[in-house]
């Protein structure tokens, strides 16, 4: 069954430092999220993606933050200043239409020291 | 404002017990989507159900059974004759505007379940 990758799995970062996180959406797929999960807590919704334009972001989703679909198949959630409280899960999702469901990656485990 | 509340944080249950959990939402939007995830220890996002406004007929998929109730704004899930296997966090979500393209889901807090032999 097809899935949505996410790399790496855990990335160490620097406070200060630019970090990007990588996702391979589902291949047919037309929709792209990026959520986070604080350790223990819910979780929350970034901003979504759609025909190469930001349908919708979160109050979470400031200047810092930036997505890019740089080619047919790789869709990017970058950090340009990573702070301590930017430590969490990100995971990305992806779905065929609006209000299917989504089908999740497995996470970057995103860590700032 | 779009809410989803989960007022079990954690529940306990020993194996072959029945175990519901609840969820209730808020929505001022006439379409809406509700959904059921499943996050196990390993930490991915696992899809288990959606439903739409319109259709509030229960479902059942094997141990598996949600009950949509409009009038009360829930979407309670139950798991019939628990096992190991099923502890997890459990998390409702919710889908609303559905006329604006790529809509977010709303999550609750989730319900730890934990199921013991």
């Known amino acids: 069954e097809p899935e949505v990758t996410q790399t790496p799995s855990h990335q160490v970062t620097q406070m200060g430092q630019e970090v990007i996180l990588r996702c391979v959406p589902i291949?047919?797929?037309?929709?792209f999220y990026w959520y986070r999960q604080i350790l223990g807590q819910k979780v929350e919704f970034l901003v979504s993606f759609y025909n190469n334009e930001i349908s919708e972001k979160s109050e979470i989703f400031d200047d810092q933050f930036s997505v890019e679909r740089p080619d047919g198949s790789n869709f990017t959630l970058k950090i340009r200043s990573t702070k301590l409280e930017d430590s969490a899960m990100y995971f990305c999702a992806s779905t065929t239409g609006n209000n299917q469901p989504q089908h999740f990656g497995d996470g970057t485990r995103l860590s700032i020291l | 404002a779009q809410k989803v509340t989960q007022a079990q944080t954690e529940i306990s249950v020993v194996e072959k017990e029945d175990v519901t959990l609840d969820c209730v939402y808020e929505t001022r939007d006439t379409t809406y989507y509700l959904f059921w995830y499943k996050q196990p220890p390993s930490g991915e996002l696992v899809f288990l159900i959606r439903?739409?406004?319109?259709?509030?007929q229960n479902e059942i998929s094997g141990r598996y059974s949600w009950n949509f109730q409009k009038s009360t704004s829930s979407f309670n899930f139950t798991i019939t004759a628990s096992q190991v296997v099923d502890s997890a966090v459990y998390f409702c979500?919710?889908?609303?505007?559905?006329?604006?393209?790529?809509?977010?889901?709303?999550f609750g807090k989730g319900t730890t379940l934990s199921v013991s032999s």
């Open positions: 291949s047919n797929h037309l929709y």
């Open positions: 979500a919710l889908s609303a505007r559905a006329n604006q393209a790529g809509t977010a889901l709303i």
């Open positions: 439903r739409n406004s319109f259709d509030e």
